[in-house]
């Protein structure tokens, strides 16, 4: 049994505007130790869709199954919710100064967490605190651990958010954009980081990101979405070398490095949809270089394009065949140059 089951997954918010779609029937499942990348631009819903896993979206409409070891996240009461969140579930933000709070020192606040879940003692509770902020890397940890947030850097408070994370073991790591924030050096630290404590701890990780160079280096499985939707999932290694979707190809031929010497990036044209007026059809479409009549009035389901590989698109296939290959493998290498895959 997968360690999280979210099957069709619909969360909508009702707003004087009108009803916002922010995520519409958005299946996928993680095991223990795996990492899956929720991957799209601002405004597909990715943030939500985890968001309504950890009942942080007060107002809305949530429907569907998450089913976490078999009990459902969507149906738990509140104060079931908060024991399994933090305890079970950790998550880690992008602006770690939203988590952090200014005014209490960082290991206060690790403390405070461990000691809201279990029976342990203060003095037993700061040596795990500390032992904590050494494991992701900060420096004289006995002593910084009586630090306040603003005395740390960008980079040391993104580590003491995940030692705070990390500080009960959590089962499942929800990191949205979590090096967003980071320059590049301490992003790639990061990045490492996080990958090295999810093996040591055996967690799994959703990472949500706009970024496809962090679903390169951290996901085994991919789930693309756009307007609300999965619109592609699958391993990293076919998305990355045998993408279906236009849209993925789009985001993929968008990451600097990923053009060829002399080759100008191709950026998505067009901006996504607002999620209270969803284009008909396939929502992609007014964006879509391969638009055809149908793809205006029809949905194109979630359908299987190869081995464990689906793709919402009407098209046999894109960027499979020996062109797409050979495409993709350039890609791949100038990736491999540039800081990406
Ligand atoms: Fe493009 Fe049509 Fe495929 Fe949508 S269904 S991505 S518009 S080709």
Known sequence: MPLLEVRDLTVSFHTTDGLVQAVRGVSFD???GHTLGIVGESGSGKTVCTQALLGLTPGADVSGEALFEGRDLLRMRRSQLRAVRGARIAAIFQDPLSSLH???RV??????MIRAHQRVSRPAARARAIELLSLVGIPQAASRVDDYPHQFSGGM???AMIAMALALNPDLIIADEPTTALDATVQAQVIELMGRL???FDSALIIITHDMGVIAEMADEVLVMYAG???E?????TLFYSPHHPYTVGLLESIPGSAGAGERLRPIVGQPPSLISIPSGCAFHPRCRYVMDRCRTEIPPLATVGRDHRSACFLPSLLQGVAGQVEAERR?????HGGAP
């Open 233 to 237: 999932h699958t391993d990293r290694r």
């Open 332 to 336: 791949q290498t100038a990736l491999a």
């Open 198 to 200: 999810q093996e040591e």
């Open 157 to 159: 408070r993104q580590r």
């Open 229 to 231: 939707k999965a619109v």
């Open 102 to 104: 200014p005014l209490y």
């Open 30 to 32: 993680i095991d223990k």
């Open 107 to 112: 290991g206060w606040q690790i403390i405070e």
